[in-house]
């Protein structure tokens, strides 16, 4: 025992220590004998009642116990696991003996991994669970003090930037300064986390009035603003920040942290470095529907899915040149899903690149059966989502609808909207020039509505403008939206550009856009979208056959074989 690695004491009966190996004796630091003392008064004040309950035990029952304390050291108490047995003595008086085995690696390490678990391991400050626990709490003492918080999403706003351009080193050192920043930029009192990325979340309890929030997110913007030194490196990044309310806005912690998420990126919109408070008002589209989401992957298994035709027709004769594809959702239980539902959904999990190349496929295929019909040469005006315009694929999409159909490229036209351009002008250009090869046309939807630029009507191989329905709905009674058409017109002409005014629902509307040359005309008053039997119907009827719905020919077989 004296030789023993692991500290050893043989204790009497009154608990005293009788005997301590050597390790114990260095351990503990004493030069005098431990020979009587108490061992209880060797371990940290919090260890006493677990020791001594255990040694009781141990005592009366003779069952072996296990406890951990502290021994006391010189510098600092040491965790050690106690194994207590009774001992049997040779004059039948009851002792007990002590091992200790050294326990402070063990309990650093599940002290660390207990830390990590709560914390972000780069920034060292709570992380998302722990940021969870502490906005509960918060929220019980705000419903016992009546007293309202305040919940803010913290984004840098050019992170990706110095991540891509610098390296990942420089970013985490960017993340690690500005977390440091920010904890003392607050109180005491306010909790800081690391959620995500480049992504912070405080919360600000008693911080609930505009004057209070506007101080304390101007601190902790104005403290982001400031250069960052890193290496050799100069740094601005600046910061954006997005606000929730309790109980104004939300009454839990994933709504709050929702809507302060949704008003940090509606700053980041509007022109970053600035905090926007949550409002109704500035709301986005609906939340995204988990159970719908789910409910779209089976609906693309089972053939839910459909597509649906809405005429453009020559604004003086009224015949109809071609057909727009809208995609549609005949849900068994909620019938038709509106597409803005579930577009978005499809746009953020990734659904839309199948269901957009099943789209543009069957559109293809489906033109030819509306040709057959018309006996005469039409064309197809497919939108494609900003997701599928990024893809790497889309290229391979469109050459594979192309063959697949037979249909010439001139006979279909790719809608894309502004703002999907100018996210990135030069991929852009190289993607529109591509696809100008195939012959295919561009059409630039809802124009007027985003990022307008005239330069890049020069720049990009662009065929067709589509004026919006916003500036078609007041006519003819608006003058101001009467010279945005004009305007537009004039320039088509110009620029030898095919204009298309959506939305047209109205005789004077329609009498209007034709006396100022509008060539081509799209809206409920020249046809809504529809099925292809009654879109072939439509076309039987304007060419004054006298073919009825029943009669009309089966989609290809071709169509079967582009199901989603």
């Known amino acids: 025992m004296e030789e023993a690695g692991d500290v050893v004491f043989r204790l009497d009966a009154a608990g005293a220590v009788a005997f301590a190996s050597r390790r114990a004796t260095t351990l503990i630091g004493r030069l005098a004998p431990l020979h009587g003392l108490s061992l209880a008064r060797l371990v940290g004040d919090d260890d006493h009642a677990a020791l001594t309950a255990a040694l009781a035990v141990a005592h009366t029952s003779g069952a072996p116990q296990v406890v951990q304390v502290r021994i006391k050291a010189p510098e600092a108490e040491v965790w050690h696991e106690l194994r207590i047995s009774c001992l049997a003595q040779p004059d039948g008086a009851p002792a007990l003996l002590v091992v200790g085995r050294d326990m402070s690696q063990q309990q650093a390490t599940e002290q660390r991994l207990r830390h990590l678990a709560t914390h972000d391991a780069l920034t060292e400050l709570p992380n998302r669970l722990l940021l969870s626990d502490r906005i509960r709490m918060v929220i019980a003492n705000a419903r016992r003090s009546g007293q309202g918080f305040a919940v803010a999403t913290i984004g840098l706003d050019s992170f990706k930037k110095v991540n891509d351009g610098l390296g990942h080193p420089v970013g985490d050192a960017l993340l690690q300064m500005a977390a440091a920043r920010l ?98 008002a500035q709301a986005g589209p609906p939340q995204h529907d988990i159970s719908l989401e789910a409910a779209m992957f089976q609906a693309v298994r089972e053939g839910e899915f459909l597509l649906y035709y809405q005429p453009i027709v020559d604004a003086p004769t009224r015949e109809i040149q071609g057909f727009e594809t809208l995609m549609r959702w005949k849900h068994p239980t909620l019938g038709m899903v509106p597409p803005v539902r579930f577009i978005p959904i499809a746009e953020a999990n990734g659904l839309i690149n199948l269901l957009g190349a099943w789209a ?203 199901t989603p």
């Open 183 to 280: 904890r003392k930029t607050l109180r005491d009192s306010d909790t800081l986390a690391r959620v995500g990325g480049d992504e912070f979340v405080a919360i600000l309890p008693g911080t609930h009035t505009e004057a209070q929030i506007k101080l304390v997110t101007g601190r902790l913007i104005a403290t982001l603003q400031s250069q960052f030194d890193i290496g050799k490196h100069t740094i601005y990044v600046g910061a954006s920040v997005g606000v929730s309310i309790y109980p104004l806005h939300a009454e839990d912690e994933v709504r709050l942290m929702a809507l302060a998420d949704a008003a940090m990126s509606r700053a980041k919109e509007t022109g970053k470095a600035r905090c926007v408070v949550y409002s109704p």
């Open 360 to 562: 543009l496929k069957a559109a293809c295929v489906q033109l030819r059966q509306f040709e057959e019909v018309a006996r005469r040469s039409l064309y197809i005006s497919v939108n494609i989502s900003p997701r599928q315009f990024r893809n790497d694929k889309f290229l391979d999409v469109l050459d594979d609808a192309l063959a697949f159909s037979g249909l010439p490229g001139e006979q279909l036209v790719l809608e894309i909207t502004e703002g999907t351009l100018m996210v990135d002008p030069v991929h852009a250009e190289a993607i529109l020039t591509k696809m100008a090869e195939r012959r295919a046309r561009i059409a630039i939807d809802d124009f007027g509505t985003g990022y307008s630029s005239l330069a890049y009507l020069k720049r990009f191989p662009i065929s067709v403008l589509k004026i919006d329905r916003a500036f078609i709905r007041d006519l003819p009674g608006s003058q101001k939206d009467g010279a945005i058409c004009s305007t537009v017109l004039d320039l088509s002409r110009h620029l030898d550009l095919s204009v298309v005014a959506e939305g047209v629902e109205t005789e004077e509307q329609m009498g209007w856009l034709n006396e100022r040359g509008c060539q081509y005309i799209q809206g409920y008053l020249t046809g809504k979208p529809m099925p292809a039997n009654v879109a072939m119907a439509a076309l039987s009827e304007s060419m004054h056959a006298k073919l009825v719905p029943q009669d009309l020919p089966a989609p290809a077989a071709a169509i079967a074989q582009v």
